[in-house]
């Protein structure tokens, strides 16, 4: 992605990576003995791979997962050697020679493709590093039952491939009550203890608020690293990562009585000051945050009227002292205090899709970390 100057762009998106590692390091703190990863898939849930990935390298990450193949080939060159890279998908059928001189670990989930992986291994002549997923309860990625039957039955079929972790992934992590999830981490040791010893890796982001239980030797959070809140219900102990700022273009008198945006959805009740912002939906400030959005200047809340649009939205800024605001000023659209999760609220949806939807037209800045931790 180009970075594009302030000057030229409609607002600016600010990612701190200092929170991002502090968060990595509190989730750290909570897991004990157990290995903190860092999901990065979705170019780090849209907040910059190349930059976020480095910057937890630096705090001491070694253990990084992406999606898909392809982002980790474009990842690899950005980590140091002692860096692993793993990608959820695994690699498709005729990508595994690809996967491997990418320097890339698959997760294998299903048993055509532990067999692909075995067969790449042998024609190279060495045991290729995988991590193996068993579905327990999402019926999305990984080996299902009958699939695990098979190969406890034959563990050969393991053979020649030098397996990393055995992994799965909970389908109601952020409810902490939710029975679910203690059936999902039963299943895990049930099937842990059919298959070779290896390490286990369960947790994503609220998993590891579920307790020690759930840790085993490996973590794989993303979005808590990011600033989401990792509990439904409860306060937030992760730092807020991101600040976007859009711009004025245009400030306008309107009587009461004027309708404004598409489809006239809001009229205005009293003689308004409205603030057209460069921001629309196509820059992932959803559409459905039309008339419930809102901005924040100088602590004032600056509610969203009328629908949002492509590249715009309108907000009503009578509540500001006059002049505050001109061409050009920034406006806060998501904040520490507006952050994603209540945006997110506002939108129904998660925080996760407003992070992953976040356009590409900002001027991006990345806030490196203050200062080196100390060594540990
Ligand atoms: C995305 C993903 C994660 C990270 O989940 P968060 O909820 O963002 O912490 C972990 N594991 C798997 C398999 C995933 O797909």
Not at 90 to 109: T, W
Not at 293 to 304: F, Q, S, T
């Amino acid at each position: 992605m180009t970075p594009r100057p302030l000057t030229t762009a409609g607002a600016v998106l600010t990612i701190d990576l200092g929170a991002i590692c502090n968060n990595w390091r509190a989730l750290r703190a909570l897991v004990g003995k157990a290995t903190c990863a860092a999901v990065v898939k979705a170019d780090a849930y849209g907040l910059g791979a190349r930059q976020v990935a480095p910057a937890l390298y630096r705090a001491g990450c070694r253990h990084f997962f992406v999606a898909h193949l392809d982002e980790g080939a474009a990842l690899r060159p950005a980590l140091p050697a002692d860096a692993t890279i793993y990608v959820l998908h695994g690699a498709h059928p005729g990508a595994e020679a690809d996967c491997a001189a990418h320097g890339l670990v698959p997760v294998l989930n299903s048993l055509p493709q532990v067999a692909a992986w075995q067969k790449l291994g042998i024609m190279q002549g060495q045991a290729l590093p995988a991590v193996l997923q068993i579905d327990t309860g999402m019926a999305r990625l990984g080996l299902a039952a009958d699939e695990l039957d098979q190969l406890a039955a034959v563990p050969a079929v393991l053979q020649g491939i030098a397996l990393q972790f055995v992994m799965s992934h909970l389908a109601s992590a952020e409810e902490q009550d939710n029975p679910a999830n203690r059936a999902q981490r039963e299943r895990f040791r049930a099937a842990l203890a059919r298959l070779p010893k290896a390490r286990a890796s369960l947790a994503n982001s609220s998993g590891i608020f579920l307790g020690g239980d759930y840790h085993f030797d490996l973590v794989r959070p993303g979005a808590a690293l990011y600033g989401v809140a990792p509990v439904a219900g409860r306060a937030n102990p992760l730092r807020p990562a991101i600040r976007l700022q859009g711009k004025v273009l245009q400030l306008r008198t309107i009587e009461a009585g004027t309708p404004v945006g598409y489809a006239h959805t809001w009229t205005a009740a009293r003689r308004s000051r409205i603030a057209t912002v460069a921001v629309g939906y196509a820059d992932g400030y959803l559409r459905s945050l039309s008339n419930r959005g809102h901005a924040l200047c100088d602590g004032i809340r600056l509610p969203l009227v009328g629908n949002v649009s492509m590249d715009t939205l309108t907000l009503d800024v009578t509540d500001l002292p006059e002049g505050r605001l001109g061409e050009g000023t920034l406006v806060d659209l998501a904040d520490p205090v507006n952050d994603v999760d209540a945006i997110a609220a506002r939108a129904g949806t998660i925080g996760y899709e407003i992070l992953t939807s976040l356009g590409a037209r900002y001027a991006r800045r990345h806030i490196e970390p203050a200062a080196a931790p100390p060594a540990q």
